[in-house]
T-cell receptor, first 117, second 115 residues
Framework: AQKVTQAQTEISVVEKEDVTLDCVYE???????LFWYKQPPSGELVFLIR??????QNEISGRYSWNFQKSTSSFNFTITASQVVDSAVYFC??????????????FGRGTSLIVHP | DVKVTQSSRYLVKRTGEKVFLECVQD?????MFWYRQDPGLGLRLIYF???????EKGDIPEGYSVSREKKERFSLILESASTNQTSMYLC??????????????FGPGTRLTVT
């Protein structure tokens, strides 16, 4: 069985601060995929990143960066110089790889990020 | 641009009514999902479908049924709505390729209130 833990329920920061959202996962599969999604106040979840278990390279996209560490089963997300528009609920998710059939992702409970001006 | 649409953003129904929530995707995705989202509980999977007419129960299927007659459309049915089904309902779709798993695309959600 798969499990995703986002221990931080809510984080509150002031604009321009850096913030890291933690994600710890559990799986026995050697092939798996990790995702981050953003849910702004409007409600629609938006895909941010996908990472497979064989690619441990960190990724940077503008102010966003992701640190994937298999040794600690973590896939943390950092926002540099946070902005008010970053205020949202962020979900980490895990899917295992398989051939055929369906792939059901396991979601963490989400971290609510509040960025104050 | 990929799109998942849901029939209503807000819906108010009475206890005991039969409720239909419709979801349509235009990406030719094999997989479609229905979730409900409640404060503090994250996303909980109700049902999913990996092909036309195929469906499988998720974590909380009780009180719900689904229908997938066409690849692009996945309907969630509340046979007899109850107040504990008041929630935000999210539809999503995804595709498979070469044995790999890809991201889900979500609709805007339907906030259902049962009175």
């Amino acid at each position: 069985a798969q499990k995703v833990t986002q221990a931080q329920t809510e984080i509150s920061v002031v604009e321009k601060e850096d913030v890291t959202l933690d994600c710890v996962y559990e799986t026995r599969d050697t092939t798996y995929y990790l995702f981050w999604y953003k849910q702004p106040p409007s409600g629609e979840l938006v895909f941010l990143i996908r990472r497979n278990s064989f690619d441990e390279q960190n990724e940077i996209s503008g102010r966003y960066s992701w640190n994937f560490q298999k040794s600690t089963s973590s896939f943390n997300f950092t926002i540099t110089a946070s902005q008010v528009v970053d205020s949202a609920v962020y979900f980490c998710a895990l899917s295992v790889g398989a051939s055929g059939g369906s792939y059901i992702p396991t979601f963490g409970r989400g971290t609510s990020l509040i960025v104050h001006p | 641009d990929v799109k998942v649409t849901q029939s209503s953003r807000y819906l108010v129904k009475r206890t005991g009514e039969k409720v239909f929530l419709e979801c349509v995707q235009d990406m030719d995705h094999e997989n479609m999902f229905w979730y409900r989202q409640d404060p503090g509980l994250g996303l909980r999977l109700i049902y999913f479908s990996y092909d036309v007419k195929m469906k499988e129960k998720g974590d909380i299927p009780e009180g719900y049924s689904v229908s997938r007659e066409k690849k692009e459309r996945f309907s969630l049915i509340l046979e007899s709505a109850s107040t504990n089904q008041t929630s935000m309902y999210l539809c999503a779709s995804s595709f498979n390729s070469g044995g790999e798993t890809y991201e889900q695309y979500f609709g805007p959600g339907t906030r259902l209130t049962v009175t």
